[in-house]
């Protein structure tokens, strides 16, 4: 059976996040998203009438619903194979785009904020982190990890992934992330009890 063609506004959505994650936030319109998407500009603020934060936050949550659900049907198979699939996934990124795209969720997350608010892509990028943190955490704890233990464990492979895959990109090399995913999965397997 085929899948469904993605309608005008997913479309919008993916493009968004995949120019986000080449070339981050600030450097990117709202028209160049909606070319990229190719998808009519005034489609774009049809869907998105708030303009670039709207879709930018989408973008985020898009990115954010692709990655958990990868995380938790490779987590079904314990944390091991949920560490393997997260970095696989990122692998596959930077690899595909010749290192020129990363993690759309850190690339909103570090470009500096108007002084006076939280823009809700930053927020959602809060929210995400924290949802694959709690995957992670969840299943460390179900193979016996300590509550606390598992907690902290899991904002640290989140951060690891993160950071290595911008030092994929700015190496052109996927060596940081082998490195990362022989230490993580050491990490892991102290870590659980079975």
Request: charged share 25%.
């Amino acid at each position: 059976m085929s899948k469904p063609s993605p309608t005008t506004r997913e479309r919008i959505v993916a493009g968004a996040a995949d120019m986000i994650s080449r070339r981050g936030l600030n450097a990117t319109s709202i028209r160049e998203m909606a070319k990229h998407a190719r998808a009519p500009l005034g489609s774009t603020y049809h869907y998105f009438p708030d303009g670039k934060q709207q879709l930018a936050t989408e973008a985020v949550r898009h990115t954010g619903a692709w990655v958990s659900r990868s995380l938790r049907r490779e987590l079904e198979a314990g944390p091991v194979a949920g560490l393997r699939a997260f970095l696989d996934l990122w692998r596959g990124i930077v690899v595909d785009t010749d290192f020129r795209a990363g993690c759309p969720v850190l690339a909103v997350s570090i470009e500096e904020p108007p002084a006076d608010e939280t823009p809700t892509a930053v927020l959602a990028a809060a929210e995400v982190f924290e949802e694959w943190e709690g995957l992670l955490a969840a299943s460390l704890r179900e193979h016996g990890a300590e509550p606390g233990q598992a907690a902290q464990l899991a904002t640290l492979v989140v951060a690891a992934v993160e950071g290595t895959v911008a030092m994929c990109r700015a190496k052109r090399s996927v060596e940081p992330l082998d490195r990362t995913a022989e230490q993580l999965r050491a990490l892991i397997l102290a870590t659980i009890k079975d």
